[in-house]
């Protein structure tokens, strides 16, 4: 009975094992190539998993998505909140903090991959109502800890308070993205240090 | 003699429209899909032109990418330099009235399409060598403008000058890059507002 007990658990732990193993490759080529041109067949052999075994798992390319967008969303939310929930630096430092760790990420990848949910918003948010559902989620979810971190900066003093840590937080956020796009496409890494040293170092400092 | 000049000139004329037409309609169909969901296919049944005809005018699928993204680019820049270089306005309003024109479409599209650069600089700058480099050539000409109006105002004190107009245009367009893409991901056009109200309105404002 306890073997039957061990062997469940063993297989269901080897299960799991491949369902992550399927997200995380996942990730890693949707992050560099997007969705349309990511083809399951590429992931399926480079983990040797048969085609049946996938659609155990996902129902379609679609649904597998879905999953990896979680799948990401849940590292980095994690991330992110150690780093602008940190009650040892102060709201500002916490957001440059966050900021060079995306400036230096880019960095090392030679302004390559960016980020997978800004990717896939460009690519995807006009083809799939479901995918940009999911996308919506998470970045409203970021949306609302950067203005976390925002207004604590403006209750403090140290960010400007004419707008809304909301709005702020917006333009935060847009301004970021839009330097990972442009630094991927310029394949140069000023647009991040543009957004560091005048958005967040001087434009929104009280 | 008159007459075969006359049926050349239409001839040659005609042949001016079938390419015209493939990519107007290749552009269209490229800002809504983006580049991997575009099929060749489907843009020769929209105008009932044969394969060869294509073949023709575009050696490849990439090829003709970079023609679509060169037509753009003549379009755009004609209208964005109109306002940018505008001397019946102050420097910082050129500013506004093309973010504010630029907001205004993508509310009309009900925060779709966007811009075409935008989106294939996300999807296709680590795809493709060709296709990025002929879009950080319109990056590039796009810093220019924006960076010449800047330092215009910079002059006029209208514009802040702690930092160079390189720089304060590098934010400029990221954030407005940004701005579009968050903006066809939540399909609200809030980013755009922030964007006009706290970056222009305020935050560069000398």
Redesign the interface.
């Known amino acids: 009975m306890e073997l039957t007990k061990e062997l469940m658990a063993s297989k269901t732990a080897a299960k799991q094992d491949t369902r992550i193993a399927l997200l995380e490759v996942g990730m890693d080529i949707m992050l ?3 969705y ?2 990511t083809g399951i067949q590429e992931i399926l052999s480079a983990l040797q998993v048969p085609k049946g075994s996938f659609y155990h798992y996902f129902d379609s390319k679609e649904n597998y998505a879905v999953e990896i967008i979680r799948h990401f969303d849940d590292c980095y939310t994690t991330m992110l909140k150690t780093i602008v929930s940190n009650p040892e630096m102060t709201p500002l430092k916490r957001l440059r903090t966050y900021a060079n760790e995306s400036r230096n990420k880019l960095n090392d990848q030679a302004c ?3 980020c997978l949910i ?2 896939l ?3 995807m ?3 799939s109502e479901v995918l ?1 559902t999911e ?2 989620i998470v ?2 979810k970021r949306l609302e800890l950067f203005a976390a971190c925002i207004e604590e900066g403006q209750k403090l003093g140290e960010i400007k308070s ?2 809304s840590a909301a ?2 937080a ?2 935060f ?7 990972v ?2 630094a ?4 140069r890494i ?2 991040l240090d ?2 560091i ?3 967040i170092d ?3 400092k009280a």
């Open positions: 560099e190539k997007g349309s041109n390559r991959k960016g800004g990717n918003s460009q690519e948010s006009d083809q940009r996308l919506s970045l409203a004419q707008h709005e702020l917006d333009l956020m847009s301004a970021l993205s839009g330097a796009m442009m991927k496409t310029l394949k000023e647009p543009n957004f040293n005048i958005m001087d434009l929104i």
